[in-house]
T-cell receptor, first 116, second 113 residues
Framework: DADVTQTPRNRITKTGKRIMLECSQT?????MYWYRQDPGLGLRLIYY???????NKGEISDGYSVSRQAQAKFSLSLESAIPNQTALYFC???????????????FGPGTRLTVL | GEDVEQSLFLSVREGDSSVINCTYT??????LYWYKQEPGAGLQLLTY?????DMKQDQRLTVLLNKKDKHLSLRIADTQTGDSAIYFC?????????????FGTGTKLQVIP
């Protein structure tokens, strides 16, 4: 079974609709992240959370909100979707590989969101 | 702020070596990473290198770091069609407490049979 899962995998919605993307992990990591991926721009950080009570904005948080319902669950909401939020969204967790540095990130499979 | 740059595309023939390059601006980078993204999937960590190293080898993968020039490369020996993917360079400047990880734009590797 996948360690980091995202639902839905694909979503088409209309401008102005509220959308929630969900992420669950079984890795036992405290840190979770939401990124969006756009062609030619790489990954940009939207929000990150160190634990249930600690949520922080990333570089492109405007138009998004998050909720950390439990250690294993981190959801991303678009309160009123707009077309330029069309992108591939990734959830990630981070932990420490044995003998390695911190901040190694483990990614979910992504959610492709299209806003018409 | 930190910036990580990569060329967007690389095409190689099966069996040849691939070299994917990356430059970064953060002089305090502590760790540098290479991630691989296969079609329809999330990123997966391939390898990492600590900034006080200049080379790391792992089977077909060789990572070279020139800290003076802030240049990182990933060499894939005997490239296979299964290596076709997008490769992301990333850097962070610490461990333990949160240190921002900055990703490059990704290099799409196309392997021609």
């Amino acid at each position: 079974d996948a360690d980091v899962t995202q639902t839905p995998r694909n979503r088409i919605t209309k401008t102005g609709k509220r959308i929630m993307l969900e992420c669950s992990q079984t890795k036992g990591h405290d840190r979770m992240y939401w990124y969006r991926q756009d062609p030619g721009l790489g990954l940009r950080l939207i929000y990150y959370s160190f634990d249930v009570k600690d949520i922080n904005k990333g570089e492109i948080s405007d138009g998004y909100s998050v909720s950390r319902q439990a250690q294993a669950k981190f959801s991303l909401s678009l309160e009123s979707a707009i077309p330029n939020q069309t992108a591939l969204y990734f959830c990630a967790t981070s932990g420490r590989l044995a003998g390695g540095p911190g901040n190694e990130q483990f990614f979910g499979p992504g959610t492709r969101l299209t806003v018409l | 702020g930190e910036d990580v740059e990569q060329s967007l595309f690389l095409s190689v023939r099966e069996g040849d070596s691939s070299v994917i390059n990356c430059t970064y601006t953060d002089s305090s980078s502590t760790y540098l990473y290479w991630y691989k993204q296969e079609p329809g999937a999330g990123l997966q960590l391939l390898t990492y290198i600590f900034s006080n190293m200049d080379m790391k080898q792992d089977q077909r993968l060789t990572v070279l770091l020139n800290k003076k020039d802030k240049h990182l490369s990933l060499r894939i020996a005997d490239t296979q069609t299964g290596d076709s993917a997008i490769y992301f360079c990333a850097e962070s400047n610490g461990s333990g407490g949160y240190q921002k990880v900055t990703f490059g734009t990704g290099t799409k590797l196309q392997v021609i049979p």
